[in-house]
């Protein structure tokens, strides 16, 4: 257990309906990623924050997808009317970003499945 | 495009033999690398950091980092079959000290 904690872990949707999952960091960290990974590649970059700014948000990312950091802790990522290539292994990492540092530890990570 | 590239594999090692995995990158100002494990169905795990030329040793596992050859290695020593998993190879990008970057993995098996 590495202190980041994801919620739901597993999520079975419908096609169409909307999904939120939410990702708690070790509280120190000031750093906070979202990953998508499916079977047989490494995890895919979504977007990230520091503190409760959103610093980056991959151009694979549609509008559908968002997410939120308020007040710099917790993380939300919602991805709107989903889509069955949404299925895949949503991951979250936190860090402590000092100099040229950014050691990320991983959640156990929320499984989507759109029917 | 930067890039990190790895060996799909799948690696398989004898039990007690050196499993070696390799990655190589595209930019020249990375700084900051990283091996993560991965078992499946499971979340990846933190195994080694490494920021300067040379190796870096931990236990059975050691780090190779070549910045000139854009390349950077991970050994396993007395190779386990709860080694058996996939390792990630990740790159921190960007002068800035950006975002990390995450390599394709290259499955592992110790084969007892």
């Known amino acids: 257990d590495t202190g980041v904690s994801q919620d739901p872990r597993h999520k079975i949707t419908k096609r169409g309906q909307n999904v939120t999952f939410r990702c708690d960091p070790i509280?120190?960290?000031?750093?906070l990623y979202w990953y998508r990974q499916t079977l047989g590649q490494g995890p895919e970059f979504l977007t990230y924050?520091?503190?409760?700014?959103?610093?980056?948000k991959s151009r694979l990312l549609s509008d559908r997808f968002s997410a939120e950091r308020p007040k710099g802790s917790f993380s939300t990522l919602e991805i709107q009317r989903t889509e069955q290539g949404d299925s895949a292994m949503y991951l979250c990492?936190?860090?402590?970003?000092?100099?040229?540092?950014?050691?990320?530890?991983f959640g156990p990570g929320t499984r989507l499945t759109v029917l | 495009q930067k890039e990190v590239e790895q060996n799909s594999g799948p690696l398989s090692v004898p039990e007690g033999a050196i499993a070696s995995l390799n990655c190589t990158y595209s930019?020249?100002?990375?700084?900051?690398f990283f091996w993560y494990r991965q078992y499946s169905g499971k979340s990846p795990e933190l195994i080694m950091s490494?920021?300067?030329?040379g190796d870096k040793e931990d236990g059975r596992f050691t780090a190779q980092l070549n910045k000139a050859s854009q390349y950077v290695s991970l050994l396993i020593r007395d190779s386990q079959p709860s080694d058996s998993a996939t390792y990630l190879c990740?790159?921190?990008?960007?002068?800035?000290?950006?975002?990390?970057?995450f390599g394709p993995g290259t499955s592992l098996s110790v084969i007892p």
């Open positions: 924050f520091q503190n409760e700014a959103q610093l980056e």
């Open positions: 490494i920021y300067s030329n």
């Open positions: 990492a936190s860090s402590l970003v000092k100099g040229i540092t950014d050691t990320q530890y």
């Open positions: 930019d020249r100002v990375s700084q900051s």
């Open positions: 509280s120190e960290h000031n750093r």
């Open positions: 990740a790159v921190n990008w960007g002068t800035s000290y950006d975002k990390v970057i």
